[in-house]
């Protein structure tokens, strides 16, 4: 099975930030990718869709890129409400998630 | 605007099966895949499967044998059965559709709509 494994696991930034967080797939899962935010108690929140499209309504300081195996998902500059928990996902036969990124205030 | 709305006991003894309903109101379950996913109290999101409308399923395979996804179209709803549950299957469980279609290798686009989620406890 293809194993997705985020870095960093825990993120500390200020508003402003440009941050970065990226997913490695033990495999090449081509641009089958897809990232999620989940703020506490909430559902996640679809961000990011082949690896790169951003779903609709979505803000632009939001992007992803990579396929293959090595994918990043970028925070041009932090708001308050960007401090949340990060996943990405793989979007092949098994919808796998990665451990996540918690983004906390610094 | 598709709503999901998972329903179903929030206790559940050990050994004893897990039920869930996800029941989905504003758009039509017809033409998609509707997946599960749980999240353990302070870890991470786990995916358990999904169904396609016509019944064609998929399973995470750390839970494969002890998990049955079902669709009733007539209802415009989708089950989760979970078996033989420990207190390592307590956790928030999430239903959600997956947006897009599935081409030769995967899914075009992720899992666009959730439930708010309810929290099943495996305790005696």
Redesign the interface.
């Known amino acids: 099975d293809i194993q997705l494994t985020q870095s960093p696991s825990f993120l500390s930034a200020s508003v402003g930030d440009r941050v970065t967080i990226t997913c490695r797939a033990s495999q090449g899962i081509s641009s089958y990718l897809a990232w999620y935010q989940q703020k506490p108690g909430k559902a996640p929140k679809l961000l990011i869709y082949a690896a790169s499209t951003l779903q609709s309504g979505v803000p632009s300081r939001f992007s992803g890129s990579g396929s293959g195996t090595e994918f990043t998902l970028t925070i041009s500059s932090l708001q308050p409400e960007d401090f949340a928990t990060y996943y990405c996902q793989q979007l092949n036969s098994y919808l796998l998630f990665g451990q996540g990124t918690k983004v906390e205030i610094k | 605007q598709v709503q999901l709305q998972e329903s179903g006991p929030g206790l559940v003894k050990p050994s004893e099966t897990l039920s869930l309903t996800c029941t989905v109101s504003g758009g039509s379950i017809s033409s998609y895949y509707w997946?599960w996913?749980r999240q353990p109290p302070g870890k991470?999101?786990?995916?358990i499967g999904?169904i396609y409308y016509i019944g064609n399923t998929?399973y995470?395979?750390s839970l494969k044998g002890r998990v049955t996804i079902s669709v009733d179209t007539s209802k415009n709803h989708f089950s989760l059965n979970l078996s033989s549950v420990t207190a390592a299957d307590t956790a928030v469980y999430?239903c959600?559709r997956?947006?897009?279609y599935y081409d030769s290798?995967?899914?075009?686009?992720?899992?666009?709509y959730?439930?708010?989620?309810t929290l099943v406890t495996v305790s005696s």
């Open positions: 997946s996913i991470g999101l786990e995916w999904y998929n995470n395979p999430y959600a997956v947006s897009g290798s995967g899914f075009t686009r992720g899992l666009d959730w439930g708010q989620g």
